[in-house]
């Protein structure tokens, strides 16, 4: 029952570590308390703001609804996620004094997440460490996959819920405790549309587009592609089979976000995953 | 459940076990989240709580933005961030607003 895609059903949430190594008592993550509970949107992380406020004083008068006498209006004046956004502030700020980039990658599902994520993993053994937060709805399939190829991950299953949050992944880092310099990767769950609405204290967004999808995505999302610091491209040995057009995709994506950064690139043949690298190596 | 049940979470934190009359949003345009859809999802994300069966007001604001070439302000009605005079060099204003304006609380005698 999210608002966009009926996403819910919070109890259902876990946090799966897959590497035992994980499990010692290493750094604890963001949050200063417990891990490794299930959770769900707002519940059970305490309060943020200290007084208990059984009086609200700043109340103003009854308004003039015809239940005047019977109401007393509280101004509250929020953002409505304002405590997801503390909370990924407080994720982001944790890893920014550990020096750890965390790359956020969104996409439809099937674009080719896990796969880049396994290649990358290859690349970049032996000189960079990288770690991986796997959000699906469920499965511990992606995360498993990520340490065939060589790296540590942690699964978060969202049950019903469609995207990532900033309490989920301050968990997860928590139970990842990613070690100082490393390369952070958070695999969003696959959906265009309610990742984008959540800061999960990531440095960066990336949306991947395979060619397979078609080439008019970013109108159709566009506050995905709105909030997207590089598009990439994935699935290009397809081209010659799809009608897929690069140069409307560029169009689209820049009438949204004219700074956008779009590499496209081919996991299966290898083809420009050096500009990927060198876009990640400049983090 | 997401955007919903943070309004929810966000009046029961506040209103310290009061009961809701009605709950009063500003959503802008331009914020990603569709009104109806928290309409569809409110009863459901509020029953068993202070606010069940209390009022979703949903005051939706519409997307401006400001063109840093000519200068202008004109309305938006997508993310597509064109001014009137070619330039893309636009920044959004308004539009944006994913706000928990105001709740009213029925008036109870507080022990
Ligand atoms: N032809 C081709 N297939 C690819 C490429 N990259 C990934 N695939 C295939 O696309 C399919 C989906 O890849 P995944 O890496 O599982 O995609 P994902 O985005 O992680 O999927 P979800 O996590 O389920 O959202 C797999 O069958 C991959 O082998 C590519 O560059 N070219
Ligand atoms: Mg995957
Ligand atoms: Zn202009």
Redesign the interface.
Request: aromatic share 2%; net charge negative; proline share 2%.
């Given at each position: 029952?999210?608002?966009?895609c009926g996403?819910?059903?919070?109890e259902n949430i876990r946090v799966t570590t897959l590497d035992p190594r994980a499990a010692e008592d290493g750094p604890s993550g963001p949050a200063d308390h417990g891990h490794g509970h299930a959770h769900?949107?707002?519940?059970g992380h305490g309060?943020d703001?200290p007084d208990?406020?059984?009086?609200?004083h700043d109340?103003v008068g009854p308004?003039g609804?015809g239940?005047a006498?019977?109401?007393?209006?509280?101004?509250?004046?929020?953002?409505?996620?304002?405590?997801?956004d503390r909370l990924a502030e407080h994720n982001r700020n944790w890893l920014r004094e550990r020096n750890i980039p965390a790359v956020n990658l969104m996409s439809s599902p099937g674009s080719g997440k896990t796969s880049l994520l396994e290649r990358t993993i290859a690349e970049l053994t032996g000189t960079r460490e990288v770690c991986v937060i796997e959000g699906d709805q469920e499965t511990l399939f992606d995360a498993e996959r990520i340490r065939t190829a060589g790296a540590r991950a942690v699964q978060v299953n969202t049950g019903a819920?469609c995207?990532l949050?900033a309490p989920m992944v301050r968990d997860a880092i928590g139970a990842l405790a990613p070690s100082e310099g490393s390369l952070l990767f958070i695999e969003n769950v696959g959906n265009l549309v309610?990742p984008?609405?959540?800061d999960v204290g990531e440095q960066v967004k990336v949306v991947v587009i395979s060619v397979t999808e078609g080439d008019d995505k970013p109108?159709k999302y566009?506050?995905m592609f709105?909030a997207a610091d590089l598009v990439v491209v994935n699935k290009t040995d397809l081209l010659p089979y799809v009608d897929f057009d690069i140069a409307k995709l560029h169009q689209q994506a820049?009438?949204?976000k004219?700074d956008v950064e779009i590499i496209a690139l081919s996991v299966r043949h290898g083809d420009n995953l050096d500009a990927w690298y060198a876009w990640l190596h400049a983090l | 459940?997401?955007?919903?049940?943070?309004?929810v979470?966000?009046?029961v934190?506040?209103?310290?076990g009061r009961r809701v009359?009605?709950v009063q949003?500003q959503v802008g345009k331009l914020a990603?989240?569709?009104a109806d859809?928290?309409r569809?999802?409110f009863e459901?994300?509020t029953s068993g709580t202070v606010l069940e069966g209390a009022r979703l007001e949903i005051e939706e604001t519409p997307g401006r933005a400001a063109c840093r070439a000519c200068r202008d302000e004109f309305d938006v009605a997508?993310?597509?961030?064109?001014c009137p005079c070619g330039s893309?060099?636009v920044r959004i204003v308004a539009g944006r607003e994913?706000?928990?304006?105001?709740?009213?609380?029925?008036?109870e005698p507080?022990a």
């Open positions: 029952m999210c608002l966009t996403c819910g059903d919070e769900g949107h707002g519940h309060h703001h208990g406020h059984t009086h609200d109340a308004d609804l239940e006498a019977h109401t007393e209006t509280l101004v509250l004046s929020e953002r409505i996620l304002a405590k997801n819920g995207h949050d309610c984008a609405l959540f109108l566009p506050h709105t820049r009438s949204l004219p | 459940m997401a955007i919903t049940q943070s309004v979470d966000m009046v934190d506040r209103t310290a009359a009605s949003l990603g989240v569709v859809a928290m569809f999802c459901l994300a997508d993310l597509v961030l064109l893309a060099d994913l706000l928990v304006t105001s709740v009213q609380m029925v008036e507080c």
